[in-house]
């Protein structure tokens, strides 16, 4: 499934660890549940070993901004 | 010197710095260049969206007016009939809808260093990639009614293209008949019922099925155009099938595109299909020589995979997943929507702009969203 991680449409995602989740959430003042969603089947996160409630960081390579973090929180798959 | 950069990298985007990396001489001093990264922050934080901007109503007009402006059209391939692609606004709905079934699916097939100069070989491949069925081997198919049998004439100059032989045929349409007799003959086929008493309409049944078997290349590929894209050779295709030809060792995997948003779903992720979303709003954008700015799009493309599907801008998608009843209602089907919520008991929060506009109150965004706290003095 390397295919996946090296296509040009995905960027890289990265799990974030406990602490970092929490300080995140702090952060912004949110719960896990306003952040957006990534199923846990979703084929770019099957190397990660991540189940639900876990929140993936994406570094997007954004053509205005340059590199950009984004967060999704894991959810059980349909 | 980078320590200035440095500084500012918490309060800049990273691309900004960049841009005044590569246009700021390189023996400028250190207070010109502190004055200007200061008054670049300066520019930057008043362009930032305020808290309580309607971001979502600015982007919509933003895409909505040029949107106005577009024709409907379909764009042809020069050079191959059929082939034809939506552009557009039935392009620009399609994607926005979300819609699964799309009307005309294509990929981009980049393929790897050695592959991607000679024309022969390129058209080869493509060719190789091209869906077979055995109607398209075959000059012609017959019932032979005096023997109830099905006589296949295979086109000779067809199997030499595709480099298959007669017999690895037969072998494949032996798989797909079982109970039934199978001669070759050159290039002709034979097949007969084994059982004695096969009737006309069984032999018919037999013809009609022998023309969709598969026989090679890539399923859901219709068509294929070799191009040429900058300084190498690419294949266009009609249909799609991402994951099987992202398995093909020829094809460059890194930059395979396919305009099925559905479909990068699936088989490459969600942020890979918002990255889609993107793209193909812009190309539509683009080809038609609008200007919309990105930043509007990417807002519709993360609206649009929040919830970790692909959902449309329609009561099926994201209206759907809207926490207000009254919100829902206002869109489209409102009495459907209300009685909906009558009978499980639903409460609004009244969070949102419509609701609030229906019930005559301050809607929350701009200066309606904080509230005030005064001291009053007391008397």
Redesign the interface.
């Given at each position: 499934m390397s295919y996946v991680k090296n296509h040009n449409l995905v960027p890289k995602h990265a799990k974030l660890s406990e602490k970092d989740k929490k300080q995140l959430l702090e952060q912004y003042h949110i719960t896990i549940a306003d952040l957006p969603k990534i199923f846990t089947d979703d084929p770019a996160i099957q190397e990660l070993d991540v189940k639900p409630g876990d929140v993936i960081k994406i570094s997007r390579n954004s053509t205005t901004a340059g590199e950009v973090f984004f967060y999704r929180a894991v959810i059980e798959g349909v | 010197m980078e320590d200035l950069y440095a500084e500012y990298e918490e309060k800049l985007?990273?691309?900004?710095?960049?841009e005044i990396k590569t246009h700021v001489p390189s023996k400028i001093s250190k207070t010109k260049l502190k004055a200007i990264l200061e008054k670049v922050y300066l520019e930057y934080i008043t362009g930032i969206a305020e808290p309580g901007e309607c971001v979502g109503l600015v982007g919509a007009e933003s895409i909505g007016e040029p949107g106005t402006q577009m024709t409907l059209n379909t764009f042809h391939f020069a050079g191959v009939s059929e082939m034809n692609v939506t552009t557009g606004l039935p392009r620009l709905i399609e994607i926005l809808d979300g819609r699964a079934e799309i009307s005309t699916k294509m990929m981009e097939i980049y393929l790897k260093k050695p592959y991607n100069q000679q024309p022969e070989q390129v058209k080869k491949l493509a060719e190789s990639l091209k869906e077979t069925l055995l109607k398209d081997i075959t000059t012609s198919m017959s019932i032979n009614l005096a023997e109830t049998k099905l006589v296949i004439e295979l086109d000779e100059k067809k199997l030499t293209d595709i480099n298959v032989k007669p017999v690895q045929i037969a072998k494949v349409l032996e798989k797909n008949f079982k109970g039934y007799a199978l001669k070759v003959d050159e290039a002709s086929l034979i097949i007969k019922s084994k059982s004695k008493e096969e009737d006309i309409s069984g032999i018919y049944k037999l013809k009609q099925k022998a023309k969709s078997v598969y026989i090679g290349g890539v399923k859901g590929i219709k068509q294929v155009l070799p191009v040429k894209r900058g300084d190498e050779l690419i294949i266009i295709t009609a249909g799609t099938n991402l994951k099987e030809i992202?398995q093909l060792d020829f094809v460059d995997?890194?930059?395979?595109?396919s305009n099925d948003i559905f479909e990068?779903q699936?088989?490459?992720?969600?942020?890979?299909a918002r990255?889609?979303v993107i793209?193909e709003v812009f190309k539509v954008i683009d080809a038609q020589g609008l200007n919309v700015d990105?930043?509007h799009i990417?807002l519709v493309a993360?609206t649009m995979?929040?919830?970790?599907?692909v959902l449309g801008i329609n009561r099926y998608g994201i209206v759907k997943e809207k926490p207000s009843v009254l919100a829902r209602a206002s869109f489209e089907t409102p009495i459907k929507h209300i009685i909906q919520a009558s009978i499980t008991g639903e409460k609004d929060d009244l969070k949102s702009v419509i609701e609030n506009v229906m019930l005559n109150q301050y809607v929350p965004i701009g200066t309606g969203l904080p509230g005030l706290i005064t001291k009053i003095k007391k008397a």
């Open positions: - | 985007p990273q691309k900004l710095i960049e992202l995997q890194n930059r395979v595109m990068i699936e088989v490459l992720g969600i942020e890979a990255q889609a793209k990105m930043r990417m993360d995979t929040m919830s970790g599907t």
